[in-house]
Protein backbone atom coordinates (compact mmCIF):
# COMPACT_ATOMS: atom_id res chain seq x y z
CA UNK A 1 0.00 0.00 0.00
CA UNK A 2 0.97 3.18 0.23
CA UNK A 3 0.47 -0.01 1.91
CA UNK A 4 2.01 -1.28 -1.11
CA UNK A 5 1.66 1.75 -2.43
CA UNK A 6 1.82 1.64 -6.09
CA UNK A 7 3.60 -0.86 -8.27
CA UNK A 8 5.54 0.03 -11.21
CA UNK A 9 2.75 0.09 -12.95
CA UNK A 10 1.77 -3.81 -12.47
CA UNK A 11 3.41 -6.17 -10.90
CA UNK A 12 3.21 -9.27 -9.38
CA UNK A 13 0.28 -10.15 -6.52
CA UNK A 14 -1.28 -13.33 -4.62
CA UNK A 15 -7.82 -19.23 -0.31
CA UNK A 16 -8.95 -20.80 2.04
CA UNK A 17 -10.53 -23.23 -0.04
CA UNK A 18 -14.24 -24.53 1.36
CA UNK A 19 -13.55 -27.99 -0.28
CA UNK A 20 -11.46 -31.15 0.61
CA UNK A 21 -8.97 -33.61 -1.39
CA UNK A 22 -8.16 -33.40 -4.71
CA UNK A 23 -10.43 -30.70 -5.13
CA UNK A 24 -8.50 -28.46 -2.64
CA UNK A 25 -5.37 -29.47 -4.61
CA UNK A 26 -7.06 -28.32 -7.94
CA UNK A 27 -8.20 -24.72 -6.57
CA UNK A 28 -4.90 -24.19 -5.10
CA UNK A 29 -2.99 -24.89 -7.97
CA UNK A 30 -5.36 -22.49 -10.53
CA UNK A 31 -5.50 -19.70 -7.96
CA UNK A 32 -1.64 -19.56 -7.94
CA UNK A 33 -1.74 -19.59 -11.56
CA UNK A 34 -3.40 -16.42 -11.24
CA UNK A 35 -1.65 -14.73 -8.62
CA UNK A 36 1.93 -14.62 -10.62
CA UNK A 37 0.14 -12.31 -13.40
CA UNK A 38 -2.08 -9.85 -10.51
CA UNK A 39 -0.29 -6.64 -10.00
CA UNK A 40 0.22 -6.32 -6.38
CA UNK A 41 0.69 -2.89 -4.69
CA UNK A 42 3.89 -1.37 -4.10
CA UNK A 43 5.01 1.44 -1.91
CA UNK A 44 7.67 3.16 -4.99
CA UNK A 45 8.29 6.28 -5.57
CA UNK A 46 6.16 8.40 -7.65
CA UNK A 47 8.25 7.86 -10.81
CA UNK A 48 10.31 5.24 -12.06
CA UNK A 49 14.18 6.17 -10.66
CA UNK A 50 16.64 6.23 -13.70
CA UNK A 51 18.73 3.18 -13.52
CA UNK A 52 22.07 4.20 -11.69
CA UNK A 53 25.39 2.25 -11.15
CA UNK A 54 25.05 -0.75 -9.41
CA UNK A 55 27.81 -1.16 -7.09
CA UNK A 56 29.38 -4.83 -7.76
CA UNK A 57 27.42 -6.68 -6.01
CA UNK A 58 29.24 -9.58 -2.75
CA UNK A 59 28.76 -11.14 -0.22
CA UNK A 60 31.58 -9.16 1.84
CA UNK A 61 29.87 -6.06 0.67
CA UNK A 62 26.74 -6.85 2.03
CA UNK A 63 28.58 -7.78 5.28
CA UNK A 64 30.56 -4.60 5.10
CA UNK A 65 27.08 -2.55 4.27
CA UNK A 66 25.68 -4.10 7.09
CA UNK A 67 27.78 -3.01 9.62
CA UNK A 68 27.80 0.70 8.25
CA UNK A 69 23.75 0.69 8.33
CA UNK A 70 23.85 -0.45 12.76
CA UNK A 71 24.46 3.38 13.46
CA UNK A 72 21.43 4.63 11.00
CA UNK A 73 19.00 2.03 12.62
CA UNK A 74 20.40 3.03 15.83
CA UNK A 75 20.08 7.02 14.67
CA UNK A 76 16.31 6.01 14.03
CA UNK A 77 15.82 4.89 17.33
CA UNK A 78 16.28 1.11 16.97
CA UNK A 79 18.14 -0.85 19.79
CA UNK A 80 21.73 -2.35 18.95
CA UNK A 81 19.92 -6.01 19.84
CA UNK A 82 17.02 -5.47 17.91
CA UNK A 83 19.23 -4.76 14.58
CA UNK A 84 22.13 -7.19 15.18
CA UNK A 85 19.51 -9.59 16.22
CA UNK A 86 17.47 -9.35 12.97
CA UNK A 87 20.59 -8.91 10.69
CA UNK A 88 22.59 -11.68 12.34
CA UNK A 89 23.91 -14.21 9.72
CA UNK A 90 21.45 -12.32 7.04
CA UNK A 91 23.22 -12.85 3.71
CA UNK A 92 22.68 -11.25 0.22
CA UNK A 93 19.93 -12.59 -2.20
CA UNK A 94 20.72 -12.28 -5.77
CA UNK A 95 17.42 -13.25 -6.89
CA UNK A 96 15.72 -10.65 -4.90
CA UNK A 97 17.66 -8.58 -7.28
CA UNK A 98 16.58 -10.58 -10.48
CA UNK A 99 13.38 -10.13 -9.21
CA UNK A 100 13.78 -6.08 -9.13
CA UNK A 101 15.41 -5.48 -12.17
CA UNK A 102 12.95 -7.52 -14.40
CA UNK A 103 9.69 -6.85 -12.83
CA UNK A 104 9.87 -3.12 -14.53
CA UNK A 105 9.04 -5.00 -18.15
CA UNK A 106 6.10 -6.72 -16.41
CA UNK A 107 3.34 -5.39 -18.57
CA UNK A 108 0.02 -6.85 -19.78
CA UNK A 109 -3.66 -5.39 -21.10
CA UNK A 110 -6.34 -4.14 -18.60
CA UNK A 111 -8.84 -7.29 -20.24
CA UNK A 112 -5.84 -9.63 -20.06
CA UNK A 113 -5.22 -8.65 -16.15
CA UNK A 114 -9.26 -8.66 -15.46
CA UNK A 115 -9.93 -11.91 -16.98
CA UNK A 116 -7.28 -13.18 -14.18
CA UNK A 117 -8.40 -10.71 -11.54
CA UNK A 118 -11.78 -11.21 -11.40
CA UNK A 119 -12.18 -14.67 -12.87
CA UNK A 120 -14.92 -17.14 -11.96
CA UNK A 121 -12.63 -18.93 -9.56
CA UNK A 122 -11.45 -16.15 -7.79
CA UNK A 123 -15.13 -14.62 -7.83
CA UNK A 124 -15.89 -18.07 -6.00
CA UNK A 125 -13.33 -18.13 -3.80
CA UNK A 126 -13.83 -14.73 -2.84
CA UNK A 127 -17.24 -15.38 -1.82
CA UNK A 128 -16.65 -18.29 -0.08
CA UNK A 129 -14.10 -16.29 2.16
CA UNK A 130 -16.83 -13.92 2.69
CA UNK A 131 -18.97 -16.18 3.55
CA UNK A 132 -16.14 -18.16 5.66
CA UNK A 133 -15.52 -15.04 7.77
CA UNK A 134 -19.19 -13.28 7.34
CA UNK A 135 -19.12 -12.22 11.02
CA UNK A 136 -15.54 -10.44 11.31
CA UNK A 137 -16.09 -8.84 7.75
CA UNK A 138 -19.33 -7.16 9.09
CA UNK A 139 -18.10 -6.25 12.45
CA UNK A 140 -15.05 -4.23 10.55
CA UNK A 141 -17.64 -3.04 7.98
CA UNK A 142 -19.38 -1.64 10.76
CA UNK A 143 -16.25 0.13 12.45
CA UNK A 144 -14.52 1.71 9.62
CA UNK A 145 -17.47 2.34 7.28
CA UNK A 146 -15.46 0.00 4.35
CA UNK A 147 -17.62 -2.31 2.40
CA UNK A 148 -16.60 -6.09 3.42
CA UNK A 149 -16.85 -7.15 -0.60
CA UNK A 150 -13.89 -4.54 -0.89
CA UNK A 151 -11.87 -6.21 1.84
CA UNK A 152 -12.31 -9.07 0.68
CA UNK A 153 -11.69 -8.30 -3.27
CA UNK A 154 -7.73 -6.46 -2.03
CA UNK A 155 -7.30 -9.94 0.21
CA UNK A 156 -8.42 -11.86 -3.21
CA UNK A 157 -5.95 -10.06 -5.11
CA UNK A 158 -2.61 -9.18 -2.63
CA UNK A 159 -2.47 -12.99 -1.63
CA UNK A 160 -5.10 -15.36 -3.12
CA UNK A 161 -7.55 -15.10 -0.04
CA UNK A 162 -4.64 -15.56 2.33
CA UNK A 163 -3.02 -18.46 0.54
CA UNK A 164 -0.02 -17.28 -0.95
CA UNK A 165 1.68 -14.41 1.72
CA UNK A 166 5.12 -14.46 0.65
CA UNK A 167 7.92 -16.73 2.31
CA UNK A 168 10.52 -14.86 2.07
CA UNK A 169 12.50 -13.18 5.03
CA UNK A 170 11.23 -9.34 5.12
CA UNK A 171 14.38 -8.66 6.71
CA UNK A 172 16.87 -10.26 4.29
CA UNK A 173 14.75 -9.05 0.87
CA UNK A 174 15.01 -5.51 2.29
CA UNK A 175 18.64 -5.24 3.43
CA UNK A 176 19.64 -6.74 0.08
CA UNK A 177 17.52 -4.17 -1.60
CA UNK A 178 18.98 -1.26 0.87
CA UNK A 179 22.42 -2.25 -0.30
CA UNK A 180 21.91 -2.35 -3.87
CA UNK A 181 22.54 1.05 -5.42
CA UNK A 182 19.23 1.39 -7.50
CA UNK A 183 16.75 2.29 -4.49
CA UNK A 184 18.88 1.94 -1.60
CA UNK A 185 17.04 5.25 0.12
CA UNK A 186 13.89 3.69 -0.27
CA UNK A 187 14.16 0.71 0.70
CA UNK A 188 16.60 1.34 3.90
CA UNK A 189 13.01 3.31 5.23
CA UNK A 190 11.27 -0.19 4.36
CA UNK A 191 14.24 -1.54 6.34
CA UNK A 192 14.11 0.92 9.57
CA UNK A 193 10.25 0.36 9.48
CA UNK A 194 10.48 -3.30 9.96
CA UNK A 195 12.68 -2.96 12.40
CA UNK A 196 10.66 -0.85 14.48
CA UNK A 197 7.85 -3.37 14.04
CA UNK A 198 10.18 -6.18 15.11
CA UNK A 199 10.76 -3.39 18.30
CA UNK A 200 7.51 -3.53 19.06
CA UNK A 201 6.83 -6.95 19.39
CA UNK A 202 4.24 -7.10 16.96
CA UNK A 203 6.03 -10.33 14.89
CA UNK A 204 9.19 -12.38 15.32
CA UNK A 205 11.65 -11.84 12.60
CA UNK A 206 11.47 -15.62 11.70
CA UNK A 207 7.87 -14.46 11.10
CA UNK A 208 8.25 -11.74 9.09
CA UNK A 209 7.64 -13.02 5.64
CA UNK A 210 6.61 -11.43 2.94
CA UNK A 211 7.26 -11.42 -1.39
CA UNK A 212 10.55 -10.50 -2.35
CA UNK A 213 9.75 -6.76 -2.13
CA UNK A 214 9.20 -6.58 1.70
CA UNK A 215 5.44 -6.41 0.93
CA UNK A 216 3.90 -8.28 4.14
CA UNK A 217 0.72 -10.02 4.98
CA UNK A 218 -2.81 -11.23 3.36
CA UNK A 219 -2.79 -7.84 2.12
CA UNK A 220 0.90 -7.28 1.50
CA UNK A 221 1.60 -4.05 3.44
CA UNK A 222 5.27 -2.47 3.03
CA UNK A 223 6.47 -1.54 6.48
CA UNK A 224 5.71 1.98 6.08
CA UNK A 225 2.72 1.36 5.63
CA UNK A 226 1.89 -1.19 8.43
CA UNK A 227 2.98 1.43 11.17
CA UNK A 228 0.74 4.18 9.65
CA UNK A 229 -2.42 2.55 9.25
CA UNK A 230 -2.11 -1.67 10.66
CA UNK A 231 -4.83 -2.03 13.61
CA UNK A 232 -5.03 -4.59 16.90
CA UNK A 233 -8.29 -5.80 15.84
CA UNK A 234 -8.62 -9.06 17.60
CA UNK A 235 -7.45 -7.36 20.54
CA UNK A 236 -4.15 -9.82 21.37
CA UNK A 237 -1.84 -6.32 22.09
CA UNK A 238 -0.37 -7.17 18.50
CA UNK A 239 -0.98 -6.23 15.32
CA UNK A 240 -0.37 -9.65 13.35
CA UNK A 241 -1.16 -9.45 9.61
CA UNK A 242 1.11 -12.47 9.08
CA UNK A 243 -0.37 -15.36 10.82
CA UNK A 244 -3.17 -17.72 9.37
CA UNK A 245 -5.79 -15.66 11.23
CA UNK A 246 -6.68 -12.46 8.73
CA UNK A 247 -8.57 -10.64 11.46
CA UNK A 248 -5.60 -8.19 11.77
CA UNK A 249 -5.00 -7.92 8.19
CA UNK A 250 -8.39 -7.29 6.78
CA UNK A 251 -9.39 -4.45 9.83
CA UNK A 252 -6.00 -2.96 8.73
CA UNK A 253 -6.69 -2.71 5.09
CA UNK A 254 -10.32 -1.11 5.93
CA UNK A 255 -8.56 1.25 8.22
CA UNK A 256 -6.24 2.17 5.49
CA UNK A 257 -9.09 3.17 3.11
CA UNK A 258 -11.08 5.21 5.28
CA UNK A 259 -7.91 6.94 6.43
CA UNK A 260 -7.46 7.59 2.68
CA UNK A 261 -11.54 9.00 2.66
CA UNK A 262 -13.13 6.17 1.77
CA UNK A 263 -17.07 6.91 1.30
CA UNK A 264 -19.31 4.05 2.43
CA UNK A 265 -22.21 3.06 -0.36
CA UNK A 266 -20.30 5.52 -3.10
CA UNK A 267 -18.92 3.07 -6.07
CA UNK A 268 -15.60 2.79 -7.10
CA UNK A 269 -17.13 3.01 -10.91
CA UNK A 270 -19.73 1.66 -12.72
CA UNK A 271 -19.23 0.52 -16.55
CA UNK A 272 -21.59 2.74 -19.04
CA UNK A 273 -22.43 3.39 -22.53
CA UNK A 274 -21.21 6.14 -25.04
CA UNK A 275 -23.38 8.04 -27.32
CA UNK A 276 -22.34 8.02 -30.94
CA UNK A 277 -20.58 11.30 -31.71
CA UNK A 278 -19.62 11.75 -27.88
CA UNK A 279 -16.69 13.97 -27.10
CA UNK A 280 -13.82 11.75 -26.14
CA UNK A 281 -12.03 15.30 -24.82
CA UNK A 282 -14.22 14.89 -22.29
CA UNK A 283 -13.31 11.64 -21.08
CA UNK A 284 -10.63 13.37 -18.77
CA UNK A 285 -10.21 12.69 -15.34
CA UNK A 286 -10.14 16.39 -14.63
CA UNK A 287 -13.30 17.03 -15.79
CA UNK A 288 -16.13 15.97 -13.63
CA UNK A 289 -19.61 16.31 -13.94
CA UNK A 290 -22.85 14.89 -11.88
CA UNK A 291 -24.43 11.52 -13.47
CA UNK A 292 -27.11 14.15 -14.02
CA UNK A 293 -25.05 16.16 -15.78
CA UNK A 294 -23.31 12.99 -17.80
CA UNK A 295 -26.78 11.69 -18.73
CA UNK A 296 -27.93 14.35 -20.74
CA UNK A 297 -25.00 14.30 -22.61
CA UNK A 298 -25.81 10.35 -23.43
CA UNK A 299 -23.52 8.59 -21.05
CA UNK A 300 -25.80 6.57 -18.89
CA UNK A 301 -25.49 3.09 -17.65
CA UNK A 302 -25.44 -0.18 -19.27
CA UNK A 303 -29.13 -0.48 -18.26
CA UNK A 304 -29.98 2.59 -20.68
CA UNK A 305 -30.87 4.81 -17.29
CA UNK A 306 -29.01 7.52 -15.68
CA UNK A 307 -26.38 6.35 -13.38
CA UNK A 308 -27.38 6.97 -9.39
CA UNK A 309 -26.22 9.95 -8.23
CA UNK A 310 -23.27 9.00 -6.06
CA UNK A 311 -21.38 12.81 -6.63
CA UNK A 312 -19.05 14.18 -9.27
CA UNK A 313 -17.38 12.04 -11.99
CA UNK A 314 -15.19 11.61 -14.45
CA UNK A 315 -14.89 8.99 -17.44
CA UNK A 316 -12.27 6.64 -17.83
CA UNK A 317 -11.59 4.79 -20.93
CA UNK A 318 -8.90 2.31 -19.80
CA UNK A 319 -9.07 0.52 -23.54
CA UNK A 320 -9.53 3.61 -25.29
CA UNK A 321 -12.55 4.54 -27.62
CA UNK A 322 -12.90 0.07 -28.48
CA UNK A 323 -13.03 -0.55 -24.95
CA UNK A 324 -15.38 -0.48 -21.32
CA UNK A 325 -16.17 3.17 -20.71
CA UNK A 326 -16.50 3.12 -16.91
CA UNK A 327 -17.61 6.44 -14.81
CA UNK A 328 -15.29 6.83 -11.46
CA UNK A 329 -15.80 8.09 -8.15
CA UNK A 330 -13.86 9.81 -5.78
CA UNK A 331 -13.55 5.73 -4.56
CA UNK A 332 -11.62 5.26 -7.48
CA UNK A 333 -8.95 7.30 -6.45
CA UNK A 334 -8.98 5.88 -2.39
CA UNK A 335 -8.21 3.08 -4.41
CA UNK A 336 -5.84 4.06 -6.05
CA UNK A 337 -3.55 5.00 -2.35
CA UNK A 338 -3.48 1.23 -2.43
CA UNK A 339 -1.94 0.51 -5.75
CA UNK A 340 -1.76 3.40 -8.31
CA UNK A 341 -2.75 1.19 -11.53
CA UNK A 342 -5.70 1.58 -13.28
CA UNK A 343 -6.22 -2.22 -13.79
CA UNK A 344 -5.40 -2.89 -10.31
CA UNK A 345 -8.05 -0.33 -9.15
CA UNK A 346 -10.93 -1.49 -11.83
CA UNK A 347 -9.51 -5.52 -10.77
CA UNK A 348 -10.18 -4.64 -6.83
CA UNK A 349 -13.56 -2.77 -7.71
CA UNK A 350 -14.86 -5.30 -10.42
CA UNK A 351 -13.99 -8.49 -8.53
CA UNK A 352 -15.81 -6.83 -5.62
CA UNK A 353 -18.90 -6.24 -7.70
CA UNK A 354 -18.89 -9.97 -8.84
CA UNK A 355 -18.62 -10.98 -5.37
CA UNK A 356 -21.37 -8.79 -4.32
CA UNK A 357 -23.49 -10.66 -6.65
CA UNK A 358 -22.70 -8.58 -10.16
CA UNK A 359 -22.59 -10.24 -13.49
CA UNK A 360 -19.44 -9.62 -15.68
CA UNK A 361 -18.81 -6.37 -17.58
CA UNK A 362 -21.03 -5.49 -20.64
CA UNK A 363 -18.71 -4.14 -23.18
CA UNK A 364 -15.75 -4.99 -25.29
CA UNK A 365 -12.14 -4.71 -25.52
CA UNK A 366 -9.61 -4.12 -28.63
CA UNK A 367 -8.16 -7.51 -27.95
CA UNK A 368 -6.22 -7.44 -31.30
CA UNK A 369 -3.87 -5.04 -29.53
CA UNK A 370 -0.90 -5.69 -26.87
CA UNK A 371 0.41 -3.52 -23.76
CA UNK A 372 3.14 -1.43 -25.06
CA UNK A 373 6.28 -2.65 -23.30
CA UNK A 374 8.55 -0.70 -21.08
CA UNK A 375 11.02 0.81 -23.63
CA UNK A 376 7.87 1.15 -26.12
CA UNK A 377 6.23 3.31 -23.15
CA UNK A 378 9.13 5.58 -22.96
CA UNK A 379 9.73 5.97 -26.77
CA UNK A 380 5.98 7.12 -26.68
CA UNK A 381 6.56 10.01 -24.24
CA UNK A 382 9.95 10.87 -25.62
CA UNK A 383 8.58 11.35 -29.03
CA UNK A 384 5.26 13.00 -27.81
CA UNK A 385 7.56 15.25 -26.25
CA UNK A 386 9.29 15.98 -28.88
CA UNK A 387 6.76 16.43 -31.17
CA UNK A 388 5.48 19.12 -28.50
CA UNK A 389 3.27 17.27 -26.75
CA UNK A 390 4.94 17.04 -23.77
CA UNK A 391 4.56 13.69 -20.88
CA UNK A 392 6.33 15.95 -18.05
CA UNK A 393 7.65 12.65 -16.95
CA UNK A 394 9.90 10.09 -18.78
CA UNK A 395 8.32 7.67 -16.45
CA UNK A 396 6.87 4.42 -18.62
CA UNK A 397 3.87 5.14 -16.58
CA UNK A 398 0.71 6.00 -18.62
CA UNK A 399 -1.28 7.91 -16.38
CA UNK A 400 -3.26 11.18 -16.46
CA UNK A 401 -0.53 13.08 -18.14
CA UNK A 402 0.90 11.07 -20.69
CA UNK A 403 -2.94 10.30 -21.49
CA UNK A 404 -3.82 14.04 -22.08
CA UNK A 405 -0.55 14.21 -24.05
CA UNK A 406 -2.01 11.38 -26.22
CA UNK A 407 -4.90 13.13 -26.60
CA UNK A 408 -3.43 16.42 -27.76
CA UNK A 409 -1.70 14.67 -30.09
CA UNK A 410 -4.80 12.89 -31.50
CA UNK A 411 -6.80 15.98 -31.49
CA UNK A 412 -3.60 17.63 -33.70
CA UNK A 413 -3.68 14.91 -36.31
CA UNK A 414 -7.42 13.97 -36.55
CA UNK A 415 -7.73 10.92 -34.52
CA UNK A 416 -10.15 9.78 -32.00
CA UNK A 417 -8.94 12.06 -28.93
CA UNK A 418 -9.46 8.75 -26.69
CA UNK A 419 -6.09 9.14 -25.02
CA UNK A 420 -5.38 5.31 -25.21
CA UNK A 421 -1.87 4.79 -25.80
CA UNK A 422 -1.72 1.87 -28.36
CA UNK A 423 0.78 0.05 -30.63
CA UNK A 424 -0.99 2.21 -33.52
CA UNK A 425 -0.66 5.14 -31.78
CA UNK A 426 3.62 4.95 -31.56
CA UNK A 427 3.42 3.62 -35.20
CA UNK A 428 1.55 6.64 -36.25
CA UNK A 429 5.00 8.47 -33.68
CA UNK A 430 7.41 6.88 -35.55
Same mark, same amino acid.
Given at each position: ?????S???????????????????????L????????????????????????A??? +?????????G????????????????????????? %???????????????????Y????????????G??????????????????????????????????????R??????????????? %???? +????E???A?????????????????????????T????????????????D?????????????? !????????????? $????????????K???????????? $??????????? $?????????????????????A??????I??????????N???????????????IR?????Q??????D???????R???????? !???????????????L?????? !?????????????????L?????
Open positions: MRVWLAAAMTAAMMPGASTGSETKTTVKASAEVLTSPRPQLRPARVDAVKPTVAS +EGGFQEWKVFGPRAEAAGIKRSVWQGALNGVSYD %AEVIKRDRNQSEFTKTVWVLDSAASDLRVQNRAALKKRDALLNRIEAKYGVEKEVVVAIWGLESAYGTFGSKSVIRSLATLAYD %ARRS +EFFEQLIALQILQAGDVASRNMNGSWAGAMGHQFMPTSFLDYAVDHSGGKRDIWSDDPTDAL !ASTAAYLAAHGWT $KGQPWGVEVTLPGFDYTLANREIT $KSPKEWAKLGV $KGVNGKAVRNHGAASILLPGGEGVPFMFDNFEVLESYTADAYVIGVGHLSDRGAGKLGGWPRGRALTYDEIELQERLT !AKGFDTQKIDAKIGPTINAVR !AYQVANGMVPDGYASPGLQSLR
